[in-house]
C-alpha cells in the first residue's frame, strides 16, 4: 500500500492505482467525461485535472487524475483555484461548439455536462465564431441515435465496442473539430447484443434510444430495482416507470402503467455495469395483452367458481403432474412445495426458448437458457424428460400447466387440465380451469441465477383486477374445500 495525501487527508492507495482510482476509493470527488472504471484511460477530455503540490519549495503543477500514477507522499488538491480555472477553461472548450438544446435533450437531468458547467464554468462562452455544426441525426443502428453536435469526442462508445463487446463496431473519422464518431460498413454495431450500453456511458445527449426518444422527462420517473429474466444470468436491472406523484391523468392511463426504459444495475457478482439489449426490451415481453378473465372449460367465471372447480379437480385426481414454471419466483417455487408438492409428479419445464436470430451464448453475459429461475425450481423438483410423454404416462387423469412454453398436444388426451398463465393465449380456451397470475413487474420476489446468485425483483406496478399472485392461488387450491 502507497500512503499520499488528498485535500490534505492521508489516503491508502494500491501499487497500481491512479490518482483518480484511489480518490473515486475513499470518497473524493474528481469529475471525469471519458474515464470509466471498466475502459481503459484515452485522457481525451482533461476536465479531470488535480494540482499536485511541489515538494520543498518547488512549484506545484495540474495534470489530469485518471493517467496519474499514485506516488507514496505526493500531495493533491481536487478543487484549489488552480484546479477550478483550468477546469472552467476545459468546459469552454468542450462547450465551444456543443449546443445549447438541453430543453429538447433525453439527457436533461443525467448530463454531466451540465452538472459540470454548472458547478465549474457557469458563464457564456467566450467564443464569438459561429459553432461549427455537424450531422444532427444520425442513425447509428435501429435502435440508437446519434447526435454528432453534443458528441464531446470522449470515445467512451468507440472503447466499449472494442474492449467489452468486442465487436469493434464503432471509430471516429477525420480530425479536429470534424471529427465523428461512425460505425464501421460491415454493420457490427447493428448485430452488437449489447449495443444499447452506449446510451448509459455516453456523458451527453449524443448517444440516445429511439425507444426512449422524447418519451419522457427523467425526473417524472422512478427505478425499481429488478431481475432481467431473459437469460439464466439474471442480470440486475432498473426498470424505470412512471412516478405516482407524477401521473398523467388527460391521457391514457397506461401510460402510467409500462415500462419507460431499462437500464443496468451495478452487480460485480453478477453482471458489472452492462446488460445485452434483451433485457432493454422488457417490455415487449411483459406488456403483451394480459389475460385478466377466470375461464371454466373457455367460459368466463367468477375466480371462486374458478379456485373452487381446480380445487376440486386436484382433490379427485388420481394420477395428476404438474409442469413447473421455470420463470417462477423463489417465494411461488416453495409456495406450490408445501400446499400441492405432496400432491403432485411434479417436473419443471421450460417456459422459454432462443428465439430466431438471438444470441444463443456468449463469453460475456449471455446464457443459454433463456429462463431466469430454472436452477432454483431445479433444486426442487427434477426436468421434464425428453419426450415429454415419459413424465405423463396415459393414464395421468390431470395436469397442472404453470407458465408458457408446453403445447397441449402433448398432454394425454383425457387428462383434465389446469393452466396458470399470465398471457392472453389459445390454450387459456382449452383448458378445464383457466387462472390468470401476475407478472414479476406486479409483485416482489427472487430468482436465483445459475450460479446459485439470489436476485431480487421489486413490483413497478398493481396487478389487474382479476390476476391472482400464484402463491396465494396455491394456499387456495391447497387447502381443503
Same mark, same amino acid.
Request: charged share 25%; proline share 7%; hydrophobic share 40%.
Given at each position: 500500500?502507497?500512503?499520499?495525501?488528498?485535500?490534505?487527508?492521508?489516503?491508502?492507495?494500491?501499487?497500481?492505482?491512479?490518482?483518480?482510482?484511489?480518490?473515486?476509493?475513499?470518497?473524493?470527488?474528481?469529475?471525469?467525461?471519458?474515464?470509466?472504471?471498466?475502459?481503459?484511460?484515452?485522457?481525451?477530455?482533461?476536465?479531470?485535472?488535480?494540482?499536485?503540490?511541489?515538494?520543498?519549495?518547488?512549484?506545484?503543477?495540474?495534470?489530469?487524475?485518471?493517467?496519474?500514477?499514485?506516488?507514496?507522499?505526493?500531495? %493533491?488538491?481536487?478543487?484549489?483555484?488552480?484546479?477550478?480555472?483550468?477546469?472552467?477553461?476545459?468546459?469552454?472548450?468542450?462547450?465551444?461548439?456543443?449546443? %445549447?438544446?438541453?430543453?429538447?435533450? @433525453?439527457?436533461?437531468?443525467?448530463?454531466?455536462?451540465?452538472?459540470? =458547467?454548472?458547478?465549474?464554468?457557469?458563464?457564456?462562452?467566450?467564443?464569438?465564431?459561429?459553432?461549427? =455544426?455537424?450531422?444532427?441525426?444520425?442513425?447509428?443502428?435501429?435502435?440508437?441515435?446519434?447526435?454528432?453536435?453534443?458528441?464531446?469526442?470522449?470515445?467512451?462508445?468507440?472503447?466499449?465496442?472494442?474492449?467489452?463487446?468486442?465487436?469493434?463496431?464503432?471509430?471516429?473519422?477525420?480530425?479536429?473539430?470534424?471529427?465523428?464518431?461512425?460505425?464501421?460498413?460491415?454493420?457490427?454495431?447493428?448485430?452488437?447484443?449489447?449495443?444499447?450500453?452506449?446510451? @448509459?456511458?455516453?456523458?451527453?445527449?449524443?448517444?440516445?434510444?429511439?425507444?426512449?426518444?422524447?418519451?419522457?422527462?427523467?425526473?417524472?420517473?422512478?427505478?425499481?430495482?429488478?431481475?432481467?429474466?431473459?437469460?439464466?444470468?439474471?442480470? $440486475?436491472?432498473?426498470?424505470?416507470?412512471?412516478?405516482?406523484?407524477?401521473?398523467?391523468?388527460?391521457?391514457?392511463?397506461? =401510460?402510467?402503467?409500462?415500462?419507460?426504459?431499462?437500464?443496468?444495475?451495478?452487480?460485480?457478482?453478477?453482471?458489472?455495469?452492462? %446488460?445485452?439489449?434483451?433485457?432493454?426490451?422488457?417490455?415487449?415481453?411483459?406488456?403483451?395483452?394480459?389475460?385478466?378473465?377466470?375461464?371454466?372449460?373457455?367460459?368466463?367465471?367468477?375466480?371462486?367458481?374458478?379456485?373452487?372447480?381446480?380445487?376440486?379437480?386436484?382433490?379427485?385426481?388420481?394420477?395428476?403432474?404438474?409442469?413447473?414454471?421455470?420463470?417462477? $419466483?423463489?417465494?411461488?417455487?416453495?409456495?406450490?412445495?408445501?400446499?400441492?408438492?405432496?400432491?403432485?409428479?411434479?417436473?419443471?419445464?421450460?417456459?422459454?426458448?432462443?428465439?430466431?436470430?438471438?444470441?444463443?451464448?456468449?463469453?460475456?453475459?449471455?446464457?443459454?437458457?433463456?429462463?431466469?429461475?430454472?436452477?432454483?425450481?431445479?433444486?426442487?423438483?427434477?426436468?421434464?424428460?425428453?419426450?415429454?410423454?415419459?413424465?405423463?404416462?396415459?393414464?395421468?387423469?390431470?395436469?397442472?400447466?404453470?407458465?408458457?412454453?408446453?403445447?397441449?398436444?402433448?398432454?394425454?388426451?383425457?387428462?383434465?387440465?389446469?393452466?396458470?398463465?399470465?398471457?392472453?393465449?389459445?390454450?387459456?380456451?382449452?383448458? @378445464?380451469?383457466?387462472?390468470?397470475?401476475?407478472?414479476?413487474?406486479?409483485?416482489?420476489? =427472487?430468482?436465483?441465477?445459475?450460479?446459485?446468485?439470489?436476485?431480487?425483483?421489486?413490483?413497478?406496478?398493481?396487478?389487474?383486477?382479476?390476476?391472482?399472485?400464484?402463491?396465494?392461488?396455491?394456499?387456495?387450491?391447497?387447502?381443503?374445500?
Amino acid at each position: 500500500m502507497i500512503e499520499f495525501f488528498i485535500n490534505g487527508q492521508p489516503v491508502q492507495a494500491e501499487d497500481d492505482q491512479t490518482v483518480m482510482q484511489a480518490a473515486k476509493t475513499h470518497g473524493h470527488f474528481i469529475p471525469y467525461f471519458c474515464w470509466h472504471p471498466q475502459l481503459s484511460i484515452p485522457g481525451n477530455c482533461r476536465i479531470c485535472a488535480v494540482e499536485v503540490e511541489g515538494e520543498g519549495g518547488g512549484g506545484s503543477w495540474v495534470d489530469i487524475a485518471c493517467n496519474m500514477p499514485v506516488v507514496k507522499g505526493m500531495r %493533491v488538491l481536487t478543487d484549489s483555484d488552480k484546479v477550478r480555472a483550468r477546469r472552467k477553461e476545459t468546459l469552454q472548450f468542450i462547450t465551444l461548439n456543443h449546443p %445549447v438544446d438541453c430543453g429538447i435533450c @433525453d439527457k436533461a437531468g443525467e448530463c454531466t455536462l451540465q452538472d459540470y =458547467h454548472y458547478e465549474y464554468n457557469g458563464t457564456p462562452s467566450v467564443s464569438l465564431d459561429a459553432k461549427v =455544426h455537424a450531422t444532427k441525426h444520425y442513425d447509428l443502428s435501429t435502435r440508437i441515435v446519434l447526435d454528432n453536435e453534443r458528441c464531446i469526442l470522449c470515445t467512451r462508445c468507440v472503447r466499449f465496442t472494442r474492449e467489452v463487446s468486442k465487436t469493434n463496431a464503432l471509430g471516429v473519422i477525420d480530425r479536429g473539430d470534424h471529427s465523428l464518431i461512425r460505425p464501421v460498413e460491415d454493420g457490427a454495431f447493428e448485430n452488437d447484443a449489447y449495443s444499447d450500453n452506449v446510451i @448509459d456511458i455516453c456523458p451527453v445527449g449524443a448517444l440516445l434510444s429511439k425507444a426512449f426518444l422524447h418519451k419522457a422527462r427523467v425526473w417524472y420517473l422512478q427505478p425499481t430495482p429488478s431481475v432481467c429474466p431473459g437469460c439464466a444470468r439474471g442480470c $440486475s436491472i432498473d426498470i424505470w416507470h412512471r412516478r405516482r406523484d407524477w401521473q398523467l391523468k388527460s391521457l391514457d392511463a397506461k =401510460h402510467n402503467a409500462r415500462i419507460d426504459r431499462v437500464t443496468p444495475r451495478e452487480n460485480p457478482a453478477v453482471n458489472g455495469p452492462w %446488460v445485452c439489449n434483451k433485457a432493454r426490451d422488457l417490455a415487449r415481453l411483459v406488456e403483451r395483452a394480459r389475460a385478466c378473465q377466470p375461464l371454466r372449460k373457455g367460459q368466463p367465471c367468477d375466480a371462486t367458481v374458478a379456485v373452487t372447480a381446480a380445487r376440486e379437480l386436484i382433490a379427485n385426481a388420481r394420477r395428476p403432474v404438474a409442469l413447473v414454471s421455470s420463470w417462477a $419466483s423463489n417465494e411461488e417455487l416453495t409456495a406450490f412445495r408445501q400446499a400441492l408438492g405432496p400432491r403432485f409428479n411434479a417436473f419443471v419445464k421450460a417456459d422459454r426458448q432462443a428465439e430466431p436470430g438471438e444470441v444463443l451464448q456468449d463469453e460475456l453475459l449471455i446464457h443459454a437458457d433463456k429462463n431466469p429461475n430454472r436452477h432454483a425450481a431445479l433444486a426442487m423438483f427434477p426436468p421434464l424428460p425428453e419426450p415429454a410423454g415419459a413424465a405423463l404416462p396415459p393414464d395421468c387423469d390431470l395436469v397442472l400447466v404453470w407458465g408458457e412454453g408446453f403445447g397441449f398436444a402433448q398432454l394425454p388426451p383425457t387428462a383434465k387440465i389446469v393452466l396458470l398463465n399470465s398471457w392472453l393465449q389459445p390454450e387459456n380456451g382449452h383448458a @378445464d380451469v383457466f387462472l390468470p397470475i401476475s407478472v414479476m413487474t406486479e409483485r416482489d420476489g =427472487h430468482y436465483t441465477n445459475f450460479e446459485g446468485t439470489v436476485g431480487r425483483f421489486e413490483a413497478c406496478f398493481d396487478k389487474p383486477a382479476g390476476v391472482f399472485d400464484a402463491a396465494d392461488l396455491f394456499a387456495s387450491l391447497g387447502s381443503p374445500s
